[in-house]
């Protein structure tokens, strides 16, 4: 069947085999005082079913708050889910001997990695911190992507930080996660100036109009898809993206096509 728009198709069929989503923000795992139904790897893929999600890029949050687990909880979810699992390398400052190990050992993981994932505003230090340098001379030498936390007013990871970091490693394709909630117009002039910085949606969908002036100011094809699933629905963010102002080739890019063009040296 074929339908007049995206918003259409989507609400008549769920999923769309021209449109496939690809959710380049994603965590695992169970995480204090909050009950998620099904965070496991099986679960998650569930949920990537049930709404047309074709990859999810993610960090387990294992990796992210518990050193002891480290990435191997990404190798190992990845490595199970092949076909629709990609992992970031996740980077926690408060352990410069695990960062040593896990960048040493990146490149024994083609199959996992597509990037590494910085959440400053949590391990308490900045993007710029000399703690992080190894993760981000990787990513610089290899191109590879990094999703960083960003939020405004943020000592860690706000504009004047991400400014700085988008500055020093110019070949990193740099995601800011969150898109510097709440600062949006600095967020813009960000991804104006710096062309390795990219907009990434999570939680930016939460107030109306700010896609609509993301797009309007920069264009589509910097801005990547993301739901923190667990933590979000998938439903709940296509959704706003279908419903927001923009044009069908605007979704088009931000639900795949931007994707797929920053992951297209990798073997999907
Ligand atoms: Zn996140």
Redesign the pocket.
């Known amino acids: 069947m074929s339908y007049a728009t995206l918003k259409e198709a989507f609400y008549a069929e769920g999923a769309v085999t021209d449109c496939p989503v690809y959710d380049l923000?994603g965590?695992m795992g169970a995480y204090y005082g909050i009950s998620f139904p099904r965070p496991d790897a099986a679960g998650m893929v569930h949920a990537m079913d049930r709404a047309g999600v074709k990859l999810l890029v993610f960090c387990h949050h294992g990796t992210l708050m518990t050193p002891d687990v480290g990435n191997a909880a990404n190798i190992e979810a990845v490595r199970r889910y092949p076909k629709r699992l990609r992992a970031y390398c996740g980077i926690n400052p408060n352990y410069p001997d695990v960062i040593a190990r896990d960048i040493a050992e990146y490149d024994q993981y083609p199959d996992v990695y597509v990037g590494v994932k910085m959440?400053a505003d949590y391990h308490g230090y900045a993007l710029t911190d000399a703690r992080y340098a190894p993760a981000w001379e990787l990513a610089d030498r290899n191109e590879l992507l990094v999703l960083i936390?960003t939020w405004g007013g943020s000592l860690y990871d706000g504009p004047a930080i991400v400014r700085q970091a988008a500055e020093r490693y110019p070949h990193a394709r740099i995601l800011m996660?969150h898109s510097c909630h709440g600062e949006w117009d600095k967020a813009i002039a960000l991804v104006k100036e710096f062309p390795n910085l990219y907009f990434e949606l999570?939680a930016v969908l939460d107030e109306r109009g700010v896609l609509e002036r993301f797009v309007g100011e920069t264009g589509s094809e910097r801005i990547l898809f993301g739901t923190?699933l667990p933590?979000f629905n998938h439903h709940y963010y296509i959704g706003s993206v279908l419903g927001a102002q923009i044009s069908d080739e605007d979704r088009h890019n931000i639900l795949h096509r931007n994707a797929e063009r920053l992951l297209a040296k990798y073997e999907l």
């Open positions: 923000h965590h959440l936390h996660g999570c923190d933590w």
